[in-house]
């Protein structure tokens, strides 16, 4: 199986390396990470780099695609070079995934057109403008298009995928070797559990209202 992981600058690093290390660790399957150029791309954070190994030209024929989510969406939401890509590779792929606001991208390439689709919450309303259907939940599989929630989600949302291509009992194994066995020491994951002050000021700095 041959994956493809879409970097850009912006990029939130766990939307790209929890699902990576998930899928890297199923034999035979090949994660390589592409952008429109070779070489490092920063992330959001600005405080580390990942290197893409090819460029899009490069990276043709993947069997999965997964775009991660970031603050390096927003200017993309109207790149042509990357929509197009998506767009292309979309046509081949046995399953076209994103994390977090990486459903966005998705929609704007108008991927998501009549699905049921799911992202960061503060942004989910937003894939309205691409003709989805916002729906909560952790994952959502449409078709051949898998989108999870927000960036941990991205890690479930690609356990399920070896579930379902491969086996569950491929997908506990995986799960198993990664000891990915969630246990937080807060109960705020999600705006239905978070205090409301809380909920305010996440979604404040989401929308870039705060530093």
Do not use: N
Not at 32 to 55: H, I, N, Y
């Amino acid at each position: 199986m041959k994956i493809a992981v879409l970097l850009y600058e912006g990029f939130t690093a766990l939307d790209a390396i929890g699902p990576y290390e998930v899928l890297r660790s199923v034999p035979g399957w090949e994660v390589e990470f592409v952008a429109k150029q070779r070489g490092e791309v920063r992330t959001d954070s600005g405080a580390l780099g990942v290197t893409a190994d090819r460029s899009l030209a490069e990276a043709t024929g993947p069997e999965i695609v997964l775009v991660p989510g970031g603050e390096g969406t927003r200017p993309l939401l109207g790149d042509e070079e990357i929509l197009d890509w998506l767009r292309q590779v979309d046509t081949g792929t046995k399953w076209t995934t994103s994390v977090c606001t990486g459903s966005l991208l998705l929609g704007a390439a108008g991927l998501l057109e009549g699905r049921r689709a799911t992202g960061h919450w503060a942004f989910l309303e937003q894939l309205r403008e691409y003709g989805a259907e916002p729906v909560r939940e952790r994952y959502v599989e449409d078709g051949k298009v898998i989108t999870a929630a927000g960036v941990s989600a991205g890690i479930d949302m690609a356990l399920h995928l070896v579930g379902r291509e491969v086996s569950p009992e491929v997908a506990q194994a995986v799960q198993l070797g990664i000891e990915y066995d969630p246990s937080p020491p807060y109960d705020a994951g999600s705006p239905e559990k978070a205090p409301a002050p809380i909920v305010e000021l996440v979604a404040a700095i989401s929308r870039g209202e705060q530093s």
